[in-house]
């Protein structure tokens, strides 16, 4: 699965993509990331942005800059499931994140297209938009945290990136039930706290009933 990223700032993504269960799934070929750069659908001294129209003043991505980025990414790896981060978009939630997953592995290229400045011409996510996902309602300087945040949560769906799919399956907002206390041992006991008994004595049956109920 190829995922496209469209950034004004594709330097942020360096760390993230290079760190724990993004990399590996990336080392297992699970995934592949192009990060790109508005910057690099340009020709040199051409902006990526320019003035919004009406009142107030602002800059926003103009749209035929997207359309160029649009066009090479599928050129080199076919048309793809196209996700821009707003804030006037559906709202992240386990929900969303399980029906954006099925897309990931529906879809052998996905597109993230992340905004700054003002946001996005309103023409391109017309012309180009299959879902808009906003993460809450607050307003960040860019769409690259949010399109962070949407692949760790999507991410953790698809099949091989997290080892074991039980502890998916068990995350708080998958079923009716929040996740339940976690405890380590050693230390069995911490600062006068012990670990609560019944987790000790391995009876799956009557461990699982306490994890029901706390
Ligand atoms: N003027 C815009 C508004 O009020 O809706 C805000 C633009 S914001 C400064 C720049 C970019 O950050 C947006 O185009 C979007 O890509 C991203 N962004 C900001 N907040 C977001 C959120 N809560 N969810 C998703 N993307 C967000």
Same mark, same amino acid.
């Given at each position: 699965?190829?995922?496209? %990223?469209?950034?004004?700032?594709?330097?942020?993504?360096?760390?993230?993509?290079?760190?724990?269960?993004? #990399?590996? &799934?990336?080392?297992?070929?699970?995934?592949?990331?192009?990060?790109?750069?508005?910057?690099?659908?340009?020709?040199?001294?051409?902006?990526?942005?320019?003035?919004?129209?009406? *009142? !107030?003043?602002?800059?926003? $991505?103009?749209?035929?800059? $997207?359309?160029?980025?649009?066009?090479?990414?599928?050129?080199?790896?076919?048309?793809?499931?196209? $996700?821009?981060?707003?804030?006037?978009?559906?709202?992240?939630?386990?929900?969303?994140?399980?029906?954006?997953?099925?897309?990931?592995?529906?879809?052998? +290229?996905?597109?993230?297209? &992340?905004?700054?400045?003002?946001?996005?011409?309103?023409?391109? +996510?017309?012309?180009?938009?299959?879902?808009?996902?906003?993460? !809450?309602?607050? %307003?960040?300087? !860019? !769409?690259?945290?949010? &399109?962070?945040?949407?692949?760790?949560?999507?991410?953790?769906?698809?099949?091989?990136?997290?080892?074991?799919?039980?502890?998916?399956? #068990?995350?708080?907002?998958?079923?009716?039930?929040?996740?339940?206390?976690?405890?380590?041992?050693?230390?069995?006991?911490?600062?006068?706290?012990? $670990?609560?008994?019944?987790?000790?004595?391995? +009876? *799956?049956?009557?461990?699982?009933?306490?994890?029901?109920?706390?």
């Amino acid at each position: 699965m190829d995922v496209s %990223i469209l950034t004004v700032f594709p330097e942020i993504y360096t760390n993230f993509l290079q760190t724990s269960l993004m #990399k590996r &799934a990336q080392e297992k070929d699970i995934v592949s990331f192009d990060v790109c750069a508005f910057s690099s659908f340009c020709k040199d001294k051409e902006r990526i942005d320019s003035p919004t129209v009406g *009142h !107030g003043s602002g800059m926003a $991505i103009r749209p035929d800059v $997207i359309e160029r980025a649009v066009d090479v990414q599928e050129k080199k790896y076919g048309k793809a499931y196209r $996700i821009f981060l707003t804030p006037q978009g559906e709202k992240l939630d386990q929900r969303l994140t399980k029906k954006l997953a099925m897309s990931f592995v529906e879809n052998d +290229h996905v597109m993230l297209v &992340a905004g700054r400045y003002e946001g996005i011409d309103e023409r391109a +996510h017309t012309e180009y938009v299959d879902i808009e996902v906003s993460i !809450g309602d607050y %307003i960040l300087m !860019g !769409g690259d945290l949010p &399109a962070m945040v949407l692949l760790e949560t999507v991410m953790r769906y698809i099949p091989s990136v997290v080892g074991k799919s039980e502890s998916v399956e #068990k995350d708080s907002f998958s079923g009716a039930f929040l996740d339940f206390p976690t405890y380590t041992a050693p230390p069995r006991v911490w600062k006068d706290r012990e $670990i609560p008994p019944i987790l000790l004595d391995g +009876h *799956h049956a009557k461990i699982d009933e306490w994890r029901l109920n706390n």
